[in-house]
């Protein structure tokens, strides 16, 4: 889990209105009142800014007073603590009451060495957290799923149907952990996707239930709601796009693809907010339905696969439609399709079923054939290594299967589409490939930089990012090249989107970042060393109590008085308790039963779920306490419960099981786990129950080992990827019990049958889990408790006591003579030897040791006096490992979780069991960001240091271009072609085209009013192509304008044409508008505006000298003597390179 992921989930409702100067179109004037004035928002910002300074200077004194009242050597060794005092959130903490400690050695390195950690991640360029890690327990029904940008805004749309809105101008501001946004209400149908429409000035949403909405961008000020909304499908919308011509496109399961017509959208705009239903009916029945029309070539015998992805190639106007295996391209002016092509590039023009590669059952058919037949004579050697070759080769069945990424699934299966501004098309794979395409549907080239799944895509100027399942976002440029990657969040990047110089990343957990453009490049190391500069501005150091109690109930149940002795005396100031219990059944059918039930992805049985309710009531659940997670394995029982004023704070809680009896399958032994966020860092607590017997010290060693390696926490519903791999997955798990239980048999153990179904069934799934989640880890290859800023381990350890009798134990348990017992403990041996527990801490025992008393005796005088007369032992323990090195003692944002122990004892007046509950408690410093603190910093940073905007202003420069022509005049079908020149020789300049407006011209001559369709689309008349592309330096772009006169229109109804007829016959005028974009500067453009008049009629058109206008255009008579034809040759350079732009 990422440490910069941060916590708090309360989000922040700031209203505030668009920038005055965006134009919004008089369509939706009827609908909404006029924004709101700016002083709200003036306001709103000086109190985000006087509240930022107030916590800016609380911050500097805390950090004063820390450093001021901390001396130099303020080291924990192995026989003393601090004695220092440290003013932690206006209150002393007194160091000099914390116990001493013992260190284990061998930390620090390998799989124990400490997660790095700091004021900037150092293993990725700084970001801009817009909305830091969610608590997932905060996000229930509302997790954000997609997002989307406009020239100034973020959106982003959520499970429960709502979408939220980020102004750019604001992305710095806000009091909270998030950015100041504004939030629709809740649909109930979840958002799958967005695009975003400037054109109209809206944001259209699919949703699950099938329903398209639309948002404006422009707020009132009493918020916004959706514009109009209908059912467009009957399942859910999968995909939408905006094609070049202001259509829009929605995809959905079975190969369903409806087209929305421009004119029936901007139809439905024109009703009043009374009418919106019968708005809502004309589009909804408007739908055309391209499947329908397409008979040729059998084409669609094949149209059936979910249409997961849609993409419009506006250079060339064609659409784009994809599932998983297979694409489809279409003419976005007729919506005919063109072709259909499966993933390795080869045509289809019938139902091809794929090859599948074999099954799971085929891998163990082939296994089983392929091995020996057995002689029924054989040594017992012989058949003990065909058992284990058996069950080994399962195991390895099982980790093949797993690594292909699930059961039968086709790991080449497309998850991402895109494409770039040079026109060729990228798509990304569920084994990591990134291949490329050119706009006829052609493969081009393979690239694989990464093993993950690729989830999305997102473009600007001559990069490429990608984001992976594994957190991993990558950069390429155009040719394919890596640039560079870093792991983005911890959890999968679902989504990207582009503004404002920042890519966006969202995150599967509900995160959002904002990464420089620029990225990576010299500007990360500015903004590195400026915000670790000013790490004391926005750290914050929280302080906790935590309780950890463990005990070995032996089968038994404690009495009220024992709980309220154990934990509810000492429970009063704590704000989390965790308690882990071993042996609360035991017993071939318990142990069985389990197996079982882990096998299926359940837990947890009536005798622990007494224990919970038990302990519920101890702590006063409710008032006090809240219980937010447990996990039971077998006798193993963890939980933990957290104080009702942290719950804002306290989340993501996640249990593991790691099984260490027989076979590693079985839960007589081993541990179980719960890890949690608090404060935004990682605690991880470990109930753990070790082999017995004083002999076994290697096998506990070897217990702690493979539970520390193998740990991974997760949700249960998460185990399986598909409910089809459960029927071989359980063929496989019989296939090892069988196995086992025959191994069994010629050694003579007994073991029931039932217990070896059992165990081969939850071996196979400790396998599967582990495999799945090593694997996505595989990029560190560390234990996820590695990665924890905390780990405390509680549990009956089975260490014992040494070289000693009974009776010599017993007369020094009875002289309190603890440090020569200690001498004698085997796990501080090991520890001291480096071969167990290595760099974790205890406070050093002073109380008597915990094993093995005879029930219901009090006193010292219940040790075991049966005939074994066991030697007492420390064997219950509490250790635990936190963030600090040898050279650090202080919380900071380097070293953020340090830990004290304050008490450290055993309840021997509690007789319930044959051992005595021990508890322990923490004191403990969390340091955490201000994240609203830490984002205004950022943007003060990039906004006045003097590097980083010359950096900025040299980087983001555009290139200096100029257009052959600013007014065109077609006719009779003509071709004009129009030169873009860049005249900058060393930078690379982007274009773009669209259409601002179009308008019909009044017989006197004049344009009407400019009305732009749907994102700024084309009108059906005009063809422009290539309406985007790169000019190199000093190089000339062609584009081709192309006149389709008298198109012809048709009305659908319920995707079958009504009506038809031809456009008017009135002369036509649109407005181009060439956008030039520098490589790296998403925020403006140098912007050259083209007049173009379709003449219908043969009149001639009177010369008029001042229709060359300035940046404004007007609706104004256009001559045919101000338009100039170019030949198609490039001797006209040196005369464009004179000329300059309208």
């Known amino acids: 889990m990422d440490l910069n992921d941060d916590v708090l989930s309360s989000y922040s409702h700031h209203h505030h209105d668009d920038d005055s100067s965006v134009r919004t179109p008089k369509i939706f004037d009827r609908y909404f009142s006029s924004s709101s004035s700016s002083s709200d928002d003036e306001s709103q910002l000086s109190n985000s800014s006087m509240e930022a300074t107030s916590k800016r200077l609380d911050y500097m004194i805390q950090f004063l007073d820390r450093k001021l009242s ?32 013992f260190i284990g050695k061998g930390g620090g390195t390998g799989i124990f060495r400490l997660p790095v950690r700091g004021a900037v991640h150092t293993g990725r360029p700084p970001s801009l957290e817009v909305q830091p890690h969610p608590l997932r327990e905060s996000q229930i029904g509302g997790s954000l799923r997609t997002i989307t940008t406009t020239e100034t805004q973020l959106w982003t749309g959520s499970d429960n149907g709502g979408v939220q809105v980020w102004q750019f101008k604001d992305l710095y501001g806000g009091c909270g952990d998030s950015a100041p946004y504004r939030e629709s209400v809740a649909v109930g149908s979840g958002v799958t996707c967005m695009v975003g429409d400037e054109g109209s000035r809206v944001v259209w949403s699919g949703h699950r239930d099938g329903r398209v909405r639309c948002w404006k961008m422009d707020f009132s000020s009493d918020g916004f709601r959706e514009v109009v909304s209908w059912v467009a499908h009957r399942g859910p919308i999968l995909s939408m796009v905006i094609t070049r011509y202001g259509d829009l496109w929605s995809g959905s399961e079975g190969g369903a693809i409806k087209i929305w017509p421009w004119e029936a959208i901007e139809k439905s705009f024109s009703f009043t907010e009374e009418e919106r239903h019968m708005a809502s009916l004309l589009v909804e029945r408007s739908y055309i339905d391209p499947r329908s029309q397409v008979t040729i070539n059998g084409f669609c015998n094949v149209l059936t696969s979910d249409i997961r992805y849609l993409l419009s190639d506006n250079s060339r106007a064609k659409v784009w439609s994809a599932g998983y295996l297979s694409f489809a391209l279409w003419d976005a002016h007729t919506r005919e399709l063109l072709k259909i092509f499966n993933i390795d590039g080869q045509i289809e023009r019938m139902d091809m079923s794929s090859a599948q590669d074999f099954t799971f059952e085929d891998e163990i058919k082939m296994k089983i054939v392929a091995g020996p037949k057995k002689e029924k004579n054989q040594s017992s050697f012989g058949f003990f290594q065909r058992s284990r070759n058996a069950i080994m080769g399962a195991a390895d069945a099982v980790r093949r299967v797993a690594a292909k990424s699930g059961f039968g699934d086709d790991n080449r299966r497309t998850e991402a589409l895109i494409i770039t501004v040079d026109g060729m098309i990228w798509t990304g794979c569920a084994n990591g490939l990134l291949v490329q395409w050119d706009g006829n549907g052609n493969r081009f080239q393979d690239f694989q930089y990464h093993s993950f799944a690729v989830q999305c895509f997102c473009t600007f100027g001559l990069r490429i990012w990608v984001g992976y399942a594994s957190g991993t976002i990558q950069v390429l440029d155009l040719e394919g090249n890596l640039l560079g990657g870093w792991v983005a969040h911890s959890s999968p990047v679902i989504k990207m989107a582009v503004g404002a110089g920042y890519i966006f990343t969202l995150a599967n957990h509900g995160g959002i970042r904002g990464w420089s453009v620029l990225s990576p490049g010299p500007l990360d190391k500015m903004l590195h060393s400026e915000l670790a500069g000013k790490e004391f501005l926005y750290t914050r150091i929280e302080n906790l109590k935590i309780l950890a109690g463990t005990w070995n109930v032996a089968q038994g149940r404690a009495s009220c008085d024992s709980l309220i002795s154990w934990l509810g005396s000492v429970a009063g100031d704590v704000g989390i308790v965790v308690v882990g219990l071993q042996e609360v059944e035991m017993g071939a059918g318990v142990l069985a039963m389990s197996a079982a039930k882990e096998t299926v992805g359940l837990e947890g049985s009536s005798v622990g779920q007494w224990w919970l309710d038990m302990i519920d009531k101890t702590l006063d659940e409710g008032p006090s306490f809240e219980r937010v997670g447990s996990r039971q394995l077998a006798g193993l029982l963890i939980a933990v419960w957290i104080r009702n004023n942290l719950k804002a704070y ?21 541990a179980v786990g719960l890890r949690i966020r608090v404060y935004n860092r990682i605690i991880c607590f470990i109930n753990c129950h070790f082999a017995a017997h004083v002999e076994a010290v290697n096998r506990r060693n070897a217990d702690f080992d493979h539970v520390y390696r193998t740990m991974t926490f997760g949700r249960p519903s998460n185990l399986f990827n598909a409910a089809a791999g459960m029927v071989p997955y359980l063929f496989l798990s019989c296939w090892l019990a069988c196995s086992m239980y025959l191994f069994w048999l010629v050694y003579g153990s007994g073991l029931p049958l039932l217990l070896c179904i059992a165990a081969g069934s939850s071996s196979a799934v400790q396998m599967l889990r582990t495999t799945n989640v090593m694997g996505a880890n595989s990029s560190e290859g560390m234990p996820e408790l590695s990665e924890a800023d905390m780990v405390i381990f509680l549990g ?131 340091a955490r960001v201000d994240e609203s603190v830490r984002r205004q910093e950022f943007g003060d940073i990039m906004k006045s240091n003097v590097e980083i905007r010359h950096l900025l202003e040299e980087q983001c420069k555009i290139p200096e271009t100029i257009v052959s022509t600013n007014n065109i005049i077609l006719q009779n079908q003509d071709t004009t072609i129009l030169r873009i020149t860049n005249k900058c020789g060393k930078s690379v300049a982007l274009f773009e085209i669209i259409c601002e407006g179009q308008s019909t011209i009044n017989e006197d001559g004049r344009a009407s009013d400019h009305h732009p369709r749907g994102s700024f689309g084309f009108p059906r008349w005009l063809e422009v192509i290539p309406a985007a592309g790169v000019i190199k330096p000093d190089h000339i772009a062609e584009v ?60 001639t058109v009177r010369i008029d000298p001042k229709s060359n206008r300035s940046r404004q255009v007007q609706g104004s008579l256009l001559h045919r003597s101000d338009y100039q034809r170019l030949s198609s040759s490039y001797d006209v350079v040196d005369h464009l390179r004179n000329l300059h732009s309208p």
């Not at 060794?77 to 007194?94: E, I, L, V, Y």
């Open 70 to 101: 901390s001396p130099s050597n303020s080291n924990y060794t192995n026989n003393n603590a601090n004695s220092a005092d440290n003013d932690t959130n206006n209150s002393k903490r007194n160091k000099s009451s914390a116990l001493s400690e």
């Open 650 to 670: 306290v989340g993501d809680v996640d249990a593991a099981a790691v099984p260490c009896g027989f076979g590693r399958a079985i839960g007589n032994k081993g």
């Open 796 to 926: 009956d350890f089975n260490y014992r006591l040494g070289g000693i009798s009974y009776d010599e134990a017993r007369d020094f348990i009875s002289q309190r003579c603890f440090d020569w017992l200690r001498e004698r403990d085997q796990l501080r041996a090991e520890m001291e030897a480096g071969n167990v527990f290595q760099g974790m801490r205890e406070a050093v025992i002073r109380f008597p040791p915990t094993y093995k008393f005879d029930k219901h005796q009090p006193g010292l005088a219940g040790y075991d006096s049966g005939e074994k007369k066991r030697v007492p032992a420390w064997c219950d323990r509490i250790l635990y490992r936190d963030s600090r090195s040898t050279q650090v003692s202080e919380s900071s944002l380097e070293c953020p979780v340090v830990s004290l122990i304050s008490q450290y004892d055993a309840c021997m007046d509690v007789t319930d069991s044959d051992h005595k509950p021990v508890r322990c408690i923490f004191s403990v410093d969390i």
């Open 1040 to 1099: 081709s304008v192309h006149l389709e006169d008298f198109p012809t229109l048709e009305e659908f109804v319920d995707g079958v044409p009504q009506n038809s007829w031809c456009e008017d016959t009135r002369d036509r005028e649109a407005i181009l508008v060439i956008k030039v974009h520098g490589t790296n500067n998403t925020n403006h453009s140098r912007n050259h505006r083209i007049r173009v008049r379709h003449c219908c009629s043969s009149q």
